[in-house]
């Protein structure tokens, strides 16, 4: 399954992103033998509508572009908070139905469209706490290489 990754906002060069391509690099190499393979990012720029609803319409329905039939992870601080393991079963559950693609969603300042909330296959929140989007992108791409590493049965995740 493809694993993709769809972003409002850029990310600068920096620590941030020397973590992202790192914890990536790691998703991209230990992915593939267990079925999971990265697709990369997809940035988009910040809506500039002029009300909030709007943004967050226009921003989903670039993400419904990318997206296409792929599985949603919607990452939203209303989603619930996965262990490690639960978003790793829940991943391989996707795979071994057969979904060839998966996206994992980084809304905008704004946050996401209700109507992305519904469409998704899981709501996730990395905690109560608002995050950088710099931050959320490490999180992620550590959440996957560590999701890689418990389906392969890697030493990196001890319970």
Known sequence: MRIGVHA???MKAGPERELVDRYFGRFAKAGPSIGLEFSGISE?????????????????????????????????????NPTSEDLAQRIARIRDDGRRQAVFAIGGPDGHDAASRAAADMVISFGAQ??????????????????????????YHRS
């Open 8 to 10: 409002v906002g850029r």
């Open 44 to 80: 988009i720029a910040e809506s500039r509508a002029r009300s909030v609803d709007e943004r967050r319409r226009e921003e989903a329905a670039l993400l419904e572009t990318y997206r296409g039939d792929a599985a949603l992870f919607l990452l939203d601080e209303r989603g619930k």
């Open 130 to 155: 608002t995050w950088p989007h710099q931050l959320i992108r490490v999180m992620l791409a550590e959440q996957l290489y560590r999701v890689a590493t418990i389906l392969a049965g890697h030493p």
